[in-house]
């Protein structure tokens, strides 16, 4: 049986328990979810080595999931509307992979089985065109981990509610998927310490947060903090490579 369909011993009288019982033992589940990403930080590593290699060659980051991995995998139209049926069209994945896919790129495949046929499709194809490609899966033995370069298994073990992969799954996903993106950006030299001097000042907290980095990074009140973010078009970047110039 796939891990993310196996029945947990521990919940099997789940729906005799009243709601505290309930909380806690899903706690208690969801304490063994760290540790799970642990243990695949050798290949989270390696996966994000590979995301940065790409980024310094102008290649880019590209994820294909459907259901709660699409949504997982972000933007408005997958936040919104996830299509649960797409993850068994094949074809469906290829096409997305010919599409959005060039020889340079990383592509992540995420599906909590990994046997999404669509990610597997899109994940086949994107290897043939010359991307590095990743599983992102919670079965180390599935055909997704097999058909990518590099395999981020995690070994949550069976769902409280069997089968229900949006809860420890999708919670060591979601870990991964932060691991990933932060730390590349990181290594690709778009912070200062831990201030994102790349950020886009786009709304009044952002703006905010631009003002506070300039400030704690140049020692100018907030008052010059902001002229210099808004002559140089509220790039923080900019007015900090400004400041150190003058």
């Given amino acids: ?38 243990r695949a930080l050798p290949q989270i590593e390696e996966a ?21 991995s699409g949504r997982l995998a972000g933007g408005d139209e997958a936040l919104r509307h996830a299509i649960e049926g797409a993850e068994d069209d094949p074809r469906a994945g290829e096409r997305a992979a010919r599409d959005h896919v060039r020889a340079g ?26 991307a590095t490609t990743v599983a992102l899966t919670c079965d180390a033995a599935s055909p997704l981990a097999r058909e990518s370069k590099i395999a981020i298994a995690l070994d949550v073990g069976p769902e409280v509610l069997a089968g229900s992969s949006r809860l420890k799954a999708g919670t060591a996903t979601k870990l991964v998927l932060n691991m990933l993106t932060t730390a590349a950006m990181i290594r690709s ?28 990074v140049t020692g100018l009140d907030e008052r010059d903090a902001r002229r ?9 970047r900019a007015a900090l490579e400004t400041h150190r110039q003058r």
């Fill in 1 to 38: 049986m796939r891990p993310t369909e196996a029945r947990n011993p521990r919940a099997s009288a789940l729906a005799s328990l009243g709601t505290r019982d309930i909380l806690e033992l899903m706690n208690d589940e969801d304490r063994g979810v760290p540790d799970a990403v642990r």
């Fill in 48 to 68: 994000v080595e590979a995301i940065v290699a790409a980024f310094a060659r102008s290649g880019r980051l590209r994820y294909f999931g459907a259901g709660t």
């Fill in 105 to 130: 790129d990383v592509a992540v495949g995420i599906s909590a089985s990994g046997y999404a046929t669509y990610v597997i499709e899109a994940i086949k194809t994107a290897r043939e065109v010359g």
């Fill in 189 to 216: 030299g778009r912070t200062r310490g831990d201030l994102m001097i790349d950020l886009r000042a786009t709304n009044a907290k952002l703006r905010d947060r631009a003002i506070r980095i300039v400030r704690d």
């Fill in 228 to 236: 210099s973010l808004e002559a140089n078009g509220w790039s923080v």
